[in-house]
């Protein structure tokens, strides 16, 4: 099988690794994800992964806490998500780093974008946790940011739904799917796909979106080979 696309990005989101469970991790839902990328890898895909933290922890649930704190919590959450994918894809046999944007050398390795690098050459996939390492910015800006840092061909954003609808699927059920948007789509109409710092990340910087649902997981591979899955956002 041929692939599509040579590095990409993979966002994940912390509620996609709950599962069923809603919240916190479900290991056999990490696992199967887990599965398919070391599946994409082994037709030589380099992988980035961002990583969510959702299911651990909603800043803007918080309450009257302070933003930054709570957003911080939140990089705290996304970290034990990519420690957990990072030792499930280890279990498989498949070469993992683990990078976060706030530094802890105990546990994970700072980022740096020339390092990450030299581990996809060297086929690696790499998890990014903390997201942008600062307070007030989504995982989704984190992922379009790392997306457009190490140039990765497109942005995979896994979801629970299976596509970029009009309206939500979910309580609409003459919601309108969209097979191929315009990053300018979005932004305009205000799909909801990302936040617009994000959108606008990966539209100054050509960086398609593919939106498409993980609760197949094989969705991951049917992307990188081309496949026409979700909805394509792209100028």
Not at 14 to 32: H, M, P, R, S, W
Not at 119 to 124: A, I, L, Q
Not at 145 to 156: C, G, N, Q, T
Not at 178 to 186: E, I, K, P, Q, R
Request: net charge neutral; hydrophobic share 40%.
């Amino acid at each position: 099988m041929e692939r599509k696309y040579n590095r990409i990005l993979l966002k994940l989101s912390g509620e996609v690794l709950a599962g069923d469970k809603k919240q916190g991790i479900d290991f056999e839902t990490v696992e199967n994800v887990c599965k398919i990328i070391k599946k994409c890898t082994d037709i030589g895909v380099q992988i980035g992964i961002v990583v969510g933290g959702g299911n651990f922890w909603r800043g803007r649930s918080s309450g009257n806490m302070d933003r930054t704190r709570a957003d911080h919590i939140g990089m705290l959450a996304t970290t034990m998500n990519a420690l957990t994918v990072a030792d499930t894809l280890e279990a498989m046999d498949v070469p993992v780093r683990v990078q976060t944007a706030i530094e802890m050398r105990q546990i994970a390795e700072p980022y740096i974008r020339n390092k990450a690098i030299r581990h996809f050459e060297k086929g690696r996939v790499v998890i990014f946790g903390c997201g942008t390492g600062s307070p007030y910015f989504s995982t989704d800006t984190a992922a379009s940011l790392r997306a457009a840092e190490i140039k990765a061909d497109v942005m995979l954003k896994a979801t629970n739904v299976d596509g970029v609808y009009d309206k939500d699927p979910n309580k609409f059920n003459d919601a309108v799917k969209f097979n191929s948007l315009t990053h300018a789509d979005v932004v305009a109409k205000g799909l909801g796909v990302m936040d617009s710092t994000a959108a606008a990340l990966c539209k100054d910087n050509n960086i398609p979106i593919l939106v498409f649902n993980l609760q197949d997981p094989e969705n991951i591979f049917r992307a990188v080979t081309g496949e026409e899955i979700g909805t394509l956002v792209v100028d």
